[in-house]
């Protein structure tokens, strides 16, 4: 556990995000907390752009239907949000151990984000059980509810537990 839980100012520098989520780009995709409250909720944005790597092999002329964002990666970054309400308490996840997205239940899309447009994570913790952390969540692009995830699931697990086991000759 860390001493105490961080405050928004310090949550909502990009560098700050950083050091508690292991992603990096392109897959880090979470730009900045709005607000926070340890241990219970968390609202994140992410701004979708034309450049992301998923618009990459988009033609020009292609139609609008093309540059819908991705659902795996709406539910990524709801993911990375949910994590970082998480982390927020419990402290960074040191190098003997790996964050994991372990699932989701619920998961409803209800419209399309687009390049322009920022979407809002809001996660609210719903249980922590030893290492696995329980979570609801509704991504919003401006004020329209896009998505939405009964249960979202993350898990820290010792490194050396997954690591492929040596082979003995």
């Not at 990096?24 to 900045?32: A, C, I, Q, S, Y």
């Not at 907390?33 to 609202?43: F, K, Q, T, Y």
């Not at 701004?47 to 093309?66: H, I, K, L, N």
């Not at 419990?90 to 209800?110: S, T």
Request: proline fraction near 8%.
């Amino acid at each position: 556990m860390s001493e105490r839980p961080p405050e928004l100012s310090e949550l909502s520098e990009h560098h700050r995000i950083k050091a508690l989520l292991p992603q990096r780009h392109p897959l880090l995709l979470v730009d900045r907390v709005v607000s926070v409250r340890p241990g219970h909720s968390l609202s994140a944005v992410k701004a979708v752009t034309a450049a992301e790597p998923c618009y990459r092999d988009v033609p020009d002329g292609a139609p609008a239907s093309a540059y819908a964002y991705p659902a795996s990666l709406l539910l990524e970054s709801l993911g990375q949000a949910a994590a970082l309400l998480w982390l927020a308490e419990a402290g960074a996840i040191g190098p003997d151990h790996v964050l994991m997205f372990a699932g989701a239940r619920g998961y409803r899309l209800l419209g399309e984000a687009h390049p322009g447009d920022v979407l809002r994570h809001d996660v609210e913790m719903t249980q922590v059980k030893a290492d696995t952390v329980f979570a609801t969540g509704q991504t919003y692009a401006g004020s329209t509810l896009i998505a939405t995830a009964d249960t979202l699931i993350a898990v820290r697990r010792p490194r050396s537990v997954l690591e492929p086991a040596t082979i003995s000759q």
